[in-house]
């Protein structure tokens, strides 16, 4: 855990009170504002990354100040917790800079790579899909995890288990997160990959599961990490202490995480990225973490646009720069048309090339909860991954230009595999490689996707 997380609690209980709407609707927006102005930070909205160095120091600067004149609000005691700049400076200073997961031959570490590096980000798809069918769940995830270019997995949230639903702050929400624990590691063993590494455990919300997951051992601290993250617009509550507090007593990986709402309180992509940097400062004085996901959504939802790449590429430079922390994003964008849609299989593409020369070293979400769609974010991965700024912001202005076909009815696995042998049918495997061929007209390519 940080430095900081004793003074940090202590400060929870002496801070200035303040109601948290007028935190929330004021002192926010006005700070944000002030911070914005100050730094002369601007988005071109036709620019879909943001590559200027001198900027990403530039938004470094305003999220450090946004932390130190905002502090943090605590929900339990309805106070700021407020820093120095010495202390932050100072968790800086003695923070991790790599991280090692998972076991055996699936054993990967983490160390920061620049925007050009050839070293390839790492690809961790999503596993599962969101249901109550653990059969169906199931095979999404052993065909995602079969896959050589998968690097790690996300578990997606199961629902509930059968008729039982998924019910938060009872029984019922171990029960879901410890189906999900058993089955991941069941279809890693299955598919000979045992040491795979987990991510974060997906189907749990409150600290009490989290916990009772950990305990079981299913979970652990080879094969996951445990969420400490902050709140929306620079919140904390205990739950946020007790867990890091639990991560420290179990060795655990602290999970930091930043997904700032565009357009509700944030005018816009510049202040989701100064946002992302002051979470991303609040969380390393309170949990000591190493492991650090920043990603932009607008308020309808939405992850994908010029607005939110250039807001994660911004707040992932500026990190780069000058944190040097183990850094990802989402590897994909939410698309309900699903895996045949052309616009799911661009918008991955737009994500992974971002993280590529943006100076990430792992995209999480990546591609989709299919084989298929994990093989092609992880091939992605490695063929952009020596790309310089210039030539990747270009490839992703075509993509984002390309005209895509009408989307088919959104078509589940068993109209996408064989479900005997687990393999893609054809017409899918026609749809990748589709796209293996444009991209390799763009000047990307990768061993296997010679026709």
Known sequence: MGRLFWEAIQRSTTGPIMAEEKFETELLPSVLASVQAKYKIEADPDEPVMADPDMADAVFQAGME??????????????????????????????????????????????????????????????????????????????????????????????????????AETPAHTLVCLTEARIMNDVATWAGRPGLFFGIPMSATTPITLMSTFNSGLYNKYNCTLPVQILMDMR????????????????????MSSSPTLYAYLTGPEQGAIEIIAHTLGMLAYSGGTLTQG????????????????????????????????????????????????????????????????????????GGSTGLEARWAGELSRAAAALSPREGIEIIKKANAAECAPAPPAATIDKLYDMSTLRPIPE??????????IFKEWGLDYPSWDD
């Open 236 to 255: 904390v509550n205990y739950d946020r202490f007790n867990l890091t507090f639990f991560a420290e007593q179990q060795g655990l990986e602290p999970w």
């Open 295 to 366: 990603m932009s959504v607008s308020v309808h939802g939405v992850y994908s646009g010029n607005d939110i790449t250039w807001s994660n590429s911004a707040a992932a430079l500026a990190a780069e720069q000058n944190l040097r922390l183990p850094w990802l994003t989402m590897g994909g964008t939410a698309d309900p048309s699903g895996p045949m849609s052309d616009s799911s299989w661009y918008g991955t593409a737009v994500c992974i090339i971002n993280a590529c020369i943006s100076g990430m070293e792992a995209t999480w979400l990546s």
């Open 428 to 437: 899918f495997v026609d749809h990748y490689k589709k796209f293996t061929r």
């Open 66 to 167: 946004l932390l130190l004149e905002l502090g943090l609000y605590c929900q339990d005691t309805k106070r700021i917790i407020k820093f120095t700049e010495e202390e932050i400076k100072e968790a800086i200073a003695t923070a991790r800079h790599e991280v090692t997961f998972g076991q055996g031959r699936d054993e990967i570490r983490l160390t920061p790579r620049a925007p050009g590096d050839a070293k390839h980000p790492y690809c961790w798809p999503p596993a599962g899909t969101i249901t109550r069918d653990v059969d169906i769940y199931r095979a999404h995830a052993l065909t995602v995890v079969r896959e050589p270019t998968c690097d790690g997995v996300f578990p997606l949230p199961l629902f509930g288990v059968g008729k039982t639903k998924n019910i």
